[in-house]
């Protein structure tokens, strides 16, 4: 039967009833009403185009926008910049000159800037109030219910850079969307603002673009900067009682998409894109006796799934959600590489979404170029160094210039390459990426350590976000976040390569100083203890996410638990959401479940906004921190999504840990297809208390160190004579597909 409703995107909730998708309807975004701050509307996106549905005055409001709308202009100021003379102005105690350079143009400028997109407007006066409003994750729908009986659904392809609407039960046929465009250019000059505020759109200093309407279109023209532009094309069609359209946004060409039809499969398209959803969500699954953290975890991994696809650029602050307040996105929407790129990618491994955690490399190769040309002329070194806080083709932004231009940005995001050649077991990225861009970071840290004395030292150091921008944040001696990332970039190259090659990186290793350490655990830095409490837990970065000490080493994790412990006497005043998320982390490497799942908690109820965004400040009264304010950025929801990985499943040395720090209350819980270093995925049981199974697929050639949670077992689908068994844990050596299932005995 084909009616001109069947045809329409309103089949649409009937086709998906019939999957089985891992989130279930609890997990489900569900309102009473429609949010009326664009940063709580509902979230759709497919990691090119994104869209916050929500309700401004009467109007249903689509804010849309696209990854890749940035005005890319240079600031002039930091091509000007020279490491070595940085140093002699911190020596001079004259810091007021590089400031001048490197901190005060990021907020000087408007650009360059991750920009908006454009508005579309729907008047629903007519429909009475919004009686529900809900994002179906498993199928990445977003419908609006009507007090009338009118319906709308919105949703962005997961594959193609199209977005739809519709809307249903329409008395009205002369029922169009209304296109708004950026105030780019309202005869204004525009305040100033700051950074966290978000700027004022007329600083850019655009000309005015164009809006061409037609019968069933509009198109939009923006020009942007240096003879770049964009187009937003709206498109609709009205068929009887049912009004649907689609929209896209190009970037230096013309809008264009497949016309409007009316068949089985046009315009929605929808199979294709509920079939990308149903793989996705097929690729893991968790199951917690929390059902709060049950659903901020599905909530979190959803957005993953909608801001990350392996040829887009890689998540930014926001991603693909610009502000749509009248100003430029907090923080400019830029790549924050002193955590917040870093912490938005941690999820992906462990989920088995390899596919999307490549965004991350490929784009970290593609821009490699810029980063080795900026490496020579700031530091002067050989080898290979990343911005701290840079633009979407690689360039330097400047701005806190002890985090956004240090010496060991690259050491961090370096981590990724190895993570993604661990987990995949790939020879072929192994050798044709991971290896020649580990190389390159180590060459740069090579060179830049050189001391003469026997031990390597950087000429200035850094611990994020210490001191936040003045001078008293660079310090003359390693700081333990450096030191971490320093030691582990040398280990990192050491392992991919060759014995022979290896060794000289392992040597290179073995000159670095010990950590600086009192009573209390890990220090800031020889002379700075960690006494005050501060949202980047960047001197524990050894504990998580490099794992250069390992709890099961009995002088690590003293190291460890005295660390910890000393970050709960201090406090959280002065945290933002992610510090909660990556504290739980922290804890649950140190077998801490229960104070894991306490801020786990924490950060889901209070620090993150209704529509699960993490939105950096306390929202209730600020009950743990200091900081109430809201702009929102994406890192915490993801490092929150990892953080629950962390108690399921861990890796450490070559051995795979299952429900390392699961709490004991915690007695029914399970999880499916959890992936590990080696590229073996594991699933497990634990119920009435009990663990009861564990099961491994090996997707390459290698060996499984485990240790299971249970004394004793039996096993299936292996030959017992192919196990070695120790008291911490047993070996087996599996082939590529090869399972095997353990059963407490």
Same mark, same amino acid.
């Given at each position: 039967?084909?009616?001109?409703?069947?045809?329409?995107?309103?089949?649409?909730?009937?086709?998906?009833?019939?999957?089985?998708?891992?989130?279930?309807?609890?997990?489900?975004?569900?309102?009473?009403?429609?949010?009326?701050?664009?940063?709580?509307?509902?979230?759709?996106?497919?990691?090119?185009?994104?869209?916050?549905?929500?309700?401004?005055?009467? %109007?249903?409001?689509?804010?849309?926008?696209?990854?890749?709308?940035?005005?890319?202009?240079?600031?002039?100021?930091?091509?000007?910049?020279?490491?070595?003379?940085?140093?002699?102005?911190?020596?001079?105690?004259?810091?007021? *000159?590089?400031?001048?350079?490197?901190?005060?143009?990021?907020?000087?400028?408007?650009?360059?800037?991750?920009?908006?997109?454009?508005?579309?407007?729907?008047?629903?006066?007519?429909?009475?109030?919004?009686?529900?409003? *809900?994002?179906?994750?498993?199928?990445?729908?977003?419908?609006?219910?009507?007090?009338?009986?009118?319906?709308?659904?919105?949703?962005?392809?997961?594959?193609?850079?199209?977005?739809?609407?519709?809307?249903?039960?329409?008395?009205?046929?002369?029922?169009?969307?209304?296109?708004?465009?950026?105030?780019?250019?309202?005869?204004?000059?525009?305040?100033?603002? %700051?950074?966290?505020?978000?700027?004022?759109?007329?600083?850019?200093?655009?000309?005015?673009?164009?809006?061409?309407?037609?019968?069933?279109?509009?198109?939009?023209?923006?020009?942007?900067?240096?003879?770049?532009?964009?187009?937003?094309?709206?498109?609709?069609?009205?068929?009887?009682?049912?009004?649907?359209?689609?929209?896209?946004?190009?970037?230096?060409?013309?809008?264009?998409?497949?016309?409007?039809?009316?068949?089985?499969?046009?315009?929605?398209?929808?199979?294709?894109?509920?079939?990308?959803?149903?793989?996705?969500?097929?690729?893991?699954?968790?199951?917690?006796?929390?059902?709060?953290?049950?659903?901020?975890?599905?909530?979190?991994?959803?957005?993953?799934?909608?801001?990350?696809?392996?040829?887009?650029?890689?998540?930014?602050?926001?991603?693909?959600?610009?502000?749509?307040?009248?100003?430029?996105?907090?923080?400019?929407?830029?790549?924050?590489? !002193?955590?917040?790129?870093?912490?938005?990618?941690?999820?992906?491994?462990?989920?088995?979404?390899?596919?999307? *955690?490549?965004?991350?490399? /490929?784009?970290?190769?593609?821009?490699?170029?810029?980063?080795?040309?900026?490496?020579?002329?700031?530091?002067?070194? =050989?080898?290979? /160094?990343?911005?701290?806080?840079?633009?979407?083709?690689?360039?330097?932004?400047?701005?806190?210039?002890?985090?956004?231009?240090?010496?060991?940005?690259?050491?961090?995001?370096?981590?990724?390459?190895?993570?993604?050649?661990?987990?995949?077991?790939?020879?072929?990225?192994?050798?044709?990426?991971?290896?020649?861009?580990?190389?390159?970071?180590?060459?740069?840290?090579?060179?830049?350590?050189?001391?003469? #004395?026997?031990?390597?030292?950087?000429?200035?150091?850094?611990?994020?976000?210490?001191? #936040?921008?003045?001078?008293?944040?660079?310090?003359?001696?390693?700081?333990?976040?450096?030191?971490?990332?320093?030691?582990?970039?040398?280990?990192?190259?050491?392992?991919?390569?060759?014995?022979?090659?290896?060794?000289?990186?392992?040597?290179?290793?073995?000159?670095?100083? =010990?950590?600086?350490?009192?009573?209390?655990?890990?220090?800031?830095?020889?002379?700075?203890?960690?006494?005050?409490?501060?949202?980047?837990?960047?001197?524990?970065?050894?504990?998580?996410?490099?794992?250069?000490?390992?709890?099961?080493?009995?002088?690590?994790?003293?190291?460890?638990?005295?660390?910890?412990?000393?970050?709960?006497?201090?406090?959280?005043?002065?945290?933002?959401?992610?510090?909660?998320?990556?504290?739980?982390?922290?804890?649950?490497?140190?077998?801490?479940?229960?104070?894991?799942?306490?801020?786990?908690?924490?950060?889901?109820?209070?620090?993150?906004?209704?529509?699960?965004?993490?939105?950096?400040?306390?929202?209730?009264?600020?009950?743990?921190?200091?900081?109430?304010?809201?702009?929102?950025?994406?890192?915490?929801?993801?490092?929150?999504?990892?953080?629950?990985?962390?108690?399921?499943?861990?890796?450490?040395?070559?051995?795979?840990?299952?429900?390392?720090?699961?709490?004991?209350?915690?007695? !029914?819980?399970?999880?499916? /297809?959890?992936? *590990?270093?080696?590229?073996?995925?594991?699933?497990?049981?634990?119920?009435?208390?009990?663990?009861?199974?564990?099961?491994?697929?090996?997707?390459? =050639?290698?060996?499984?160190?485990?240790?299971?949670?249970?004394?004793?077992?039996?096993?299936?689908?292996?030959?017992?004579?192919?196990?070695?068994?120790?008291?911490?844990?047993?070996?087996?050596?599996?082939?590529?597909?090869?399972?095997?299932?353990?059963?407490?005995?």
């Amino acid at each position: 039967m084909k009616t001109a409703v069947l045809n329409s995107l309103f089949i649409l909730m009937a086709w998906g009833s019939t999957l089985s998708a891992q989130p279930q309807i609890q997990h489900n975004l569900q309102f009473s009403s429609m949010p009326t701050k664009w940063y709580e509307g509902l979230p759709l996106g497919n990691g090119w185009l994104g869209v916050l549905l929500w309700q401004k005055n009467d %109007n249903i409001r689509l804010s849309l926008d696209r990854v890749d709308l940035w005005d890319d202009r240079p600031m002039p100021e930091i091509d000007k910049l020279r490491f070595a003379w940085v140093k002699e102005q911190v020596l001079k105690n004259q810091y007021d *000159t590089v400031q001048a350079l490197g901190d005060i143009p990021y907020e000087k400028y408007a650009a360059p800037t991750k920009i908006p997109g454009a508005a579309l407007e729907f008047d629903c006066r007519a429909f009475g109030p919004v009686k529900s409003a *809900t994002v179906d994750i498993s199928l990445a729908l977003a419908t609006i219910e009507f007090s009338n009986g009118v319906r709308m659904n919105n949703y962005v392809h997961a594959t193609e850079q199209i977005g739809f609407f519709g809307f249903e039960n329409l008395k009205d046929p002369s029922f169009i969307p209304e296109l708004l465009i950026p105030n780019y250019n309202t005869g204004k000059t525009g305040s100033t603002g %700051n950074s966290v505020e978000g700027q004022s759109l007329e600083r850019l200093g655009y000309a005015k673009g164009s809006v061409e309407k037609k019968a069933n279109s509009i198109r939009y023209h923006q020009p942007t900067w240096d003879g770049h532009y964009y187009e937003v094309l709206v498109e609709w069609k009205q068929i009887k009682q049912v009004l649907i359209g689609q929209w896209t946004i190009s970037v230096d060409r013309a809008a264009s998409m497949p016309p409007l039809i009316e068949s089985a499969d046009e315009p929605t398209r929808w199979p294709s894109h509920l079939e990308w959803w149903q793989r996705y969500w097929s690729k893991s699954s968790v199951h917690l006796p929390d059902t709060a953290l049950e659903k901020q975890y599905y909530l979190d991994m959803y957005k993953f799934g909608s801001v990350a696809r392996s040829t887009t650029p890689p998540i930014s602050l926001q991603a693909i959600w610009t502000a749509d307040n009248g100003n430029l996105p907090p923080w400019k929407g830029d790549y924050h590489h !002193d955590l917040n790129t870093q912490l938005s990618y941690w999820p992906g491994y462990t989920a088995n979404h390899l596919e999307l *955690t490549a965004s991350y490399t /490929n784009w970290l190769w593609q821009t490699s170029a810029e980063n080795k040309h900026w490496t020579k002329q700031y530091f002067g070194t =050989d080898g290979l /160094n990343v911005p701290g806080v840079n633009t979407i083709s690689g360039k330097a932004m400047g701005g806190w210039i002890q985090y956004s231009m240090s010496p060991t940005t690259s050491a961090w995001v370096a981590q990724h390459f190895y993570w993604q050649w661990r987990y995949s077991m790939d020879r072929v990225f192994l050798k044709q990426k991971a290896q020649p861009y580990l190389r390159e970071v180590a060459q740069h840290l090579e060179q830049i350590t050189r001391n003469g #004395n026997g031990l390597r030292k950087l000429p200035l150091s850094s611990s994020p976000e210490v001191f #936040n921008n003045s001078i008293k944040a660079w310090f003359l001696e390693f700081s333990n976040h450096d030191l971490a990332l320093v030691k582990n970039a040398f280990a990192m190259t050491a392992l991919t390569l060759k014995p022979t090659e290896a060794k000289k990186w392992e040597q290179v290793e073995a000159e670095l100083p =010990d950590f600086a350490q009192t009573q209390t655990g890990l220090s800031i830095a020889p002379g700075f203890l960690f006494e005050h409490t501060h949202r980047h837990h960047a001197h524990l970065m050894a504990i998580y996410p490099l794992k250069v000490l390992n709890y099961a080493k009995e002088n690590d994790r003293m190291l460890m638990e005295k660390s910890l412990d000393q970050l709960e006497k201090v406090g959280t005043r002065e945290w933002t959401g992610y510090s909660f998320a990556w504290a739980a982390c922290l804890q649950a490497q140190a077998k801490r479940g229960e104070k894991a799942v306490d801020l786990l908690k924490k950060f889901a109820s209070n620090f993150c906004s209704t529509n699960s965004f993490h939105v950096n400040g306390d929202q209730k009264g600020g009950q743990y921190s200091n900081f109430t304010y809201t702009p929102f950025t994406l890192e915490g929801n993801f490092a929150f999504a990892q953080g629950i990985h962390e108690l399921l499943l861990q890796y450490h040395d070559g051995i795979v840990e299952v429900f390392p720090a699961v709490p004991d209350r915690w007695t !029914d819980v399970s999880f499916t /297809n959890l992936r *590990t270093e080696g590229a073996f995925l594991v699933s497990a049981l634990k119920k009435d208390g009990v663990a009861q199974s564990v099961s491994v697929v090996a997707e390459q =050639d290698g060996a499984l160190k485990i240790k299971l949670p249970f004394p004793s077992w039996t096993m299936s689908n292996f030959q017992p004579k192919r196990i070695k068994s120790s008291i911490h844990f047993i070996e087996l050596n599996l082939k590529k597909g090869e399972k095997v299932v353990f059963k407490r005995k």
